[in-house]
């Protein structure tokens, strides 16, 4: 399923297929939906899908009495302000009469009260109510770290070629031994950022975190350049130079560096710190510059502190994740190079394609401890890398405001499952 | 009688004249604190280090005197025959001097450069009279700077002053900075948490290792090993220059100071996303995060429909704080943590001794750490740099300082500045007082105090909740002023003091602010009274009230300050207080506003004195050891300092007071130690024993005090072959007895008596006297001398940390003390141990 993709194909994709497991991480600022649609024996126009349905090792286990699991994971997101537009997606495409129910579109369904759905985030307290009395489901409510720790496990051990490196702009993908993942330091950053030493599935505990993450980019982003949303600003970050408001090294010293304590003239050595003697007001810089600005600030400060804590419990591998990285080749750049200089390269930054999903992965996977154990892909072997890169690249999908709900949603898929 | 002018009067030798023809406030004179230019001060000064940073520019110079009083013709005599260590007592290599703080904006560069060159500060103050002429400037002069700017600027100084930068380190000066402050100056460091300033003593042998973070317009994070010995291990980008730099895009603010004073009044909540805004008001217990613990900074401006223009500027500027101190707080103790370190001391400008700044640093470091680490900060905090630059320069004499020889004083500006930038001082009387007539109207809107909002009455712990905001609505209201170092070489730490470490010579401990109140009510009541004499002692004229209102108006502002803010020039205790008044006093050149009351007090106990020792000649020994010790107490009631003794030193002649007052003081006393010291003196069992060698006497009043009370006693120990030596303050304070009075005193009274006589003599005492028996008459031999010394300080307390060199020299052989009076005995060294036996009475 491609980005481009068009409603009546979605739906085309859709008819006849069997949606089930419904998972939400409601954030701060993001909603993020997982749910699995089940392929059944309709003909799929989709040659990749049929490729993949057919190439994919199927699941068999015998206590669940599911003989055959074949199915795509889809991906999708909407800003916590909208949850409205996220409620009417869930209606729409039924998906919170998943479960094992079978249903075939434009049937009219029966809503059962009592249907539960697994959720995790904040939001999953907050607008428990709101979906009870819009949707009459209630959440089943999973611990938070819980989930993006099960979640980052799972894409670690059964997606190939889901983690990489990013230094210099190249991306490099790093296969990971399932037998030495642990333990990692997982860095998720969201609207804030908690930072989570992995010790095992399940064994786990947060040691840090920041408040300055990805609300505090897009938050200061919107006050500073008026950005209508996050991905614009984002995109304007790449054009932007923050040289004309960041107070270099080489500005203090006059163009020279600062070379004994090993401080480069392009170093930074105070953020915004040209904005206070200039007398320029906030008119006079570029929107551009501003983002790149904020951009490095709060990468590099992420990046910091995250090998802070590595370094404080021995930990080499460093993952990131969080909608705040979406697939930024800047964003990832700056985490990188902060890793990489502040522990003179003995640490290195991972970032996960999933980035974003974690959390509603992780309570997805929660399905499975209830009815669908053993849906763990043991033996789930990636034989699409081609699809699985353009998948990947959907990622970046942007969050526009507007109101096509079906052009929102679609986020990539994972075969394998 | 007036002073002549204020150019001969400087008996403390810490004042240096100023030259204050042209004198002129720079910009605008409503300014809070306005620069003034004198330019053609020639004050002595030497030794101008700069450290140019980002966004100030921070200057710190010394200004060496001459010792004045050595004009003083019959001080030096008294000194001369006084018959100790007159030998190196002047010997001195360093001079004292005062050690200057100063700052300006970076941008403000210009009056940076007029300021040096209006005080010649880039001359180093040599032959600096001849630089006010058209004489070129002088290719060779250097002046030691750090910071970004020492680079940047280097051309612009050479230009405009004719003088080279020498650029020193700026890590090295940090440290070297830090290094100096903590151990140089008690006081220096304090912790802030929760709105709650607590000063730490720190121990200069166990200092290291620490790790210093500077927070300029950048941040550095430096592991301090020893002097010279350290590494920066880490910083930020995050600093000074990002919360100043955001805050003017955001809120328009036109400085520094006006940003941080809109946090004082914000509201962080609606702005930033807190762990209750995501989780619909419930606390993530599982992982240790409340409900009002910030989740992300500026989150919430992500989903509103609000623009810039409807955030409040308060709310945006306390956002950006917590958002910047917490994250500062937090690297800091995570690399702390690396190292091992348990002390982190934050200083630079960011922090301007910014309450809620201290405390977001503070709860940051304290969560992290689960109280293993703990956030201290420093006074000095923004001249740290300057400071370390101005130690480079090997010239300044400054090696082997000593905290004993450094007084803090805090002039009559200081309320109205406090951690501003400003100028020094000023300097003339004129100046003073009409600066101070002006900012009375500013003053009182500015000193005001603030109704005080009662603590940890808001609910929520934490950092989450700004407890030290809303207390006070100044903005510099928890700012920490910075006085003037005085360094005074003579100075010494009193050798009989049983432990220097742990003396502490305050009693009272002002930081507990029902007594903070009962002080302040009592110097408050006593204010007009003191103003009243202090304008009579200077002939009541037009020019000594102008001077008395300003006084009242200085120090009532000190008073003001103080309240809010106790801690605002160091660790407060009484005697600070005291001293403070004294100070202020002087500065407005009231410098003995008791002269003539103690003139009039002392002739009239000199004309009863022989009465009374008649009478005590008369008692058998034991008798008369406890008549003359209740004699001490009862004659120092006369006491101007006690509002109580006022009224009734009116009712009747001294003698009878004294008299009247003895017998009411029957034992036993509140405190009680008479029989142990009576055996002491006169023995038991018929053992005598052997007489102390050398007794120190502090005395306290004039008047029937010294005369009535300590001078008998005197008698009596020289009586039994000790030698006295009376020890009295150097200044007047109060109407304290001074050691320039004192021998005057001795003097009337041993025409009456042979054994003062004969000892005042052998002390050298009797000027007069002295002439005639130098013809070979040895007869003054057969006594123990009578003697008198200064004690160094100006204050009815006494810091025994810090006393003359003639004071130390003469303690060395002392083997009894005896403290009398409430300043002394009671107010101070009340708790005080000593190597020797000792009488606080």
């Not at chain 2, 407060?572 to 004294?582: D, F, P, S, T």
């Not at chain 2, 150097?730 to 003062?756: F, G, Q, R, Y």
């Amino acid at each position: 399923m491609d980005l481009q993709d068009d409603v009546s194909n979605q739906q085309n994709s859709e008819r006849g297929s069997q949606i089930s497991h419904l998972a939400l991480d409601i954030g701060g600022s993001l909603v993020k939906l997982v749910y699995f649609s089940r392929n059944n024996d309709s003909r799929r126009d989709d040659d990749n899908e049929q490729r993949s349905r057919n190439e994919c090792l199927g699941v068999s286990d015998s206590d669940t009495c599911q003989p055959f699991l074949d199915g795509r994971l889809h991906f999708a997101k909407f800003e916590t302000s909208k949850i409205n537009d996220c409620l009417e997606f869930i209606c729409s495409k039924k998906l919170h009469l998943g479960g094992t129910l079978l249903f075939i579109p434009w049937t009219v369904i029966v809503r059962y009260p009592n249907t539960c759905l697994q959720a995790t985030g904040g939001g999953a307290y907050k607008f428990a109510d709101l979906f009870k009395e819009k949707l009459g489901i209630c959440f089943d409510k999973e611990d938070e770290m819980d989930c993006l720790v099960t979640g980052a496990n799972f894409l670690l051990k059964v997606v190939h070629q889901e983690a990489f490196t990013y230094l210099d702009g190249q991306k490099e993908f790093v296969q990971i031994d399932h037998n030495d993942l642990y333990p990692y330091l997982l860095v998720n950053i969201g609207s804030g950022v908690s930072m989570i030493k992995v010790d095992g599935d399940g064994k786990f505990e947060r040691v840090s975190g920041t408040n300055l993450g990805g609300g505090t980019f897009w938050g200061l982003g919107r006050l500073l350049t008026k950005c209508k949303n996050f991905d614009e600003l984002l995109e304007l970050s790449h054009q932007g130079n923050n040289r004309v408001i960041d107070m270099l090294v080489g500005d203090i010293y006059g163009g020279t560096e600062y070379a004994k304590i090993g401080l480069s003239a392009t170093t930074i050595a105070s953020s915004f710190g040209k904005a206070i003697s200039d007398n320029k007001e906030l008119e006079d810089y570029k929107a551009e510059d501003i983002s790149r600005s904020l951009l490095r600030m709060i990468s590099n400060n992420i990046g910091q502190i995250s090998y802070l804590n590595a370094l404080r419990f021995g930990l080499k591998r460093i993952i990131f994740a969080g909608f705040f990285i979406r697939g930024q080749a800047y964003t990832m750049d700056t985490i990188s190079v902060a890793v990489h200089y502040w522990s003179n390269g003995e640490a290195k930054a991972m970032f996960l394609r999933h980035e974003g999903f974690l959390g509603a992965l992780g309570a997805f996977r929660s399905y499975e401890k209830q009815s669908l154990d053993g849906l763990m892909v043991h033996k789930t072997v990636q034989k699409n890398p081609s699809s699985i890169s353009s998948a990947g690249d959907k990622s970046c999908c942007s969050l526009n405001s507007d109101s096509k709900n079906e052009n929102e949603h679609s986020g990539c898929s994972v075969y394998g499952m | 009688m007036a002073p002549p002018a204020s150019n001969s009067i400087h008996r403390s030798g810490s004042r240096p004249q100023l030259d204050l023809s042209k004198a002129a406030i720079q910009g605008n004179s409503e300014e809070r604190d306005p620069t003034i230019l004198l330019p053609n001060q020639s004050d002595d000064i030497s030794h101008l280090a700069l450290d140019i940073g980002g966004s100030l520019i921070k200057l710190v110079y010394f200004s060496r005197h001459e010792d004045r009083s050595s004009d003083d013709k019959r001080k030096k005599t008294v000194k001369e025959r006084l018959g100790i260590s007159n030998g190196n007592r002047r010997s001195y290599p360093i001079l004292g001097g005062r050690l200057h703080f100063v700052k300006f904006e970076t941008s403000k560069l210009n009056e940076c450069l007029d300021f040096i060159s209006s005080k010649q500060l880039h001359r180093g103050g040599i032959d600096s009279h001849r630089w006010n002429s058209e004489a070129p400037a002088n290719e060779n002069a250097v002046i030691k700077a750090t910071g970004g700017g020492a680079f940047k600027f280097a051309d612009i100084f050479k230009e405009r002053l004719g003088v080279s930068i020498d650029k020193e380190d700026e890590m090295d000066c940090l440290v070297a900075g830090a290094n100096f402050l903590l151990k140089a100056i008690r006081h220096e460091a304090f912790t802030h948490m929760e709105g709650h300033k607590e000063f730490v003593q720190i121990d200069p042998n166990d200092l290291f290792p620490y790790l210093l973070v500077n927070i300029g317009s950048g941040v550095s994070m430096i592991k301090v090993d020893g002097e010279g010995k350290f590494q920066r291990v880490s910083g930020t980008n995050v600093g000074g220059g990002t919360y100043w730099g955001l805050g003017r895009l955001l809120t328009k603010c036109k400085s520094f100071d006006e940003l941080l004073e809109l946090s004082q009044r914000g509201d962080n909540r609606t702005i930033d996303m807190l762990v209750g805004d995501i989780y619909g008001g419930m606390d993530y217990s599982k992982i240790g995060l409340s409900a009002s613990t910030i989740a992300s900074s500026f989150g919430k401006a992500i989903s509103d429909k609000k623009e810039l223009e409807d955030y409040r500027p308060e709310d945006i500027s306390l956002s950006l704080l917590r958002m910047i101190s917490y994250n500062i707080g937090q690297i800091s103790y995570l690399n702390a943590l690396r190292f091992g370190l348990k002390r982190i001391f934050f200083g630079g400008f960011f922090i301007r001794g910014h309450a809620y700044t201290m405390d977001t640093i503070s709860f940051a470091v304290q969560f992290w750490s689960q109280g293993e680490a703990q956030a201290m900060f420093l006074r000095h905090e923004g001249f740290l740099g300057a400071l370390g630059a101005f130690m480079s320069n090997e010239k300044h004499g400054l090696d082997d300082l000593m905290v004993h020889q450094l007084v803090e004083r805090f002039p009559m500006g200081a309320p109205y500045t406090g951690g501003k930038i400003h100028g020094p001082p000023l300097g003339d009387l004129n100046e003073k007082i009409s600066w101070m007539e002006k900012f009375v109207l500013k003053g009182t809107e500015i000193t005001a105090p603030v109704p005080m909002a009662p603590h940890g009455t808001t609910g929520l712990g934490g950092f989450e909740v700004p407890s030290s905001k809303g207390c006070t609505l100044r903005s510099d209201a928890s700012a920490l002023n910075v006085g003037v170092l005085h360094l005074v070489p003579t100075l010494e730490v009193f050798p009989l003091l049983a432990d220097p470490k742990m003396y502490e010579p305050n009693t009272i401990d002002l930081s507990d602010h029902s007594e903070l109140e009962y002080w302040f009510t009592v110097l408050s009541e006593h204010l007009p009274d003191l103003v009243d004499k202090a304008v009579a002692s200077e002939g009541g004229t037009d020019d000594a009230k102008r001077r008395g209102d300003a006084f009242a108006r200085a120090f009532s502002a000190h008073l003001a300050r103080l309240m809010e803010e106790p801690a605002a020039y160091g660790k407060l205790g009484l005697a600070n207080l005291l001293e403070l008044r004294e100070e202020c006093l002087r500065e407005f050149q009231f410098h003995d506003a008791y002269r003539s009351i103690k003139q009039r007090e002392n002739e009239a106990s000199l004309a009863v004195l022989p009465d009374l020792l008649m009478e005590l000649d008369r008692m058998d020994e034991e008798a008369r050891l406890l008549t003359l010790i209740e004699g001490v107490l009862a004659a120092n009631i006369f006491d101007w300092g006690s509002r109580a003794c006022v009224d009734l030193y009116h009712k009747g002649t001294i003698i009878e007071i004294y008299r009247m007052s003895r017998d009411k003081m029957q034992r036993p006393w509140r405190v009680d130690d008479f029989d142990l010291f009576k055996e002491r003196m006169l023995g038991s069992k018929g053992k005598k024993p052997r007489p102390h060698k050398r007794a120190l006497l502090f005395v306290d009043n004039s008047g029937a005090d010294v005369i009535l009370g300590m001078l008998p006693l005197a008698r009596e120990l020289l009586r039994r072959g000790t030698e006295v030596v009376l020890v009295a303050n150097s200044l007047p304070a109060l109407n304290d007895v001074t050691a320039m009075e004192l021998p005057d005193i001795v003097a009337e009274a041993a025409k009456h008596c042979d054994i003062l006589r004969r000892a005042a003599e052998a002390g050298g005492l009797l000027v007069d006297a002295m002439n005639n028996t130098l013809d070979g008459s040895k007869e003054n031999s057969s006594s123990v001398p009578l003697m008198v010394v200064e004690n160094g300080c100006g204050s009815p307390c006494i810091d025994l940390r810090q006393v003359s060199s003639e004071l130390a020299a003469a303690a060395k052989d002392a083997d009894l003390i005896i403290l009398e009076g409430m300043g002394r005995a009671l107010h101070t060294n009340f708790n005080a141990r000593f190597k020797c036996d000792a009488l606080k009475i």
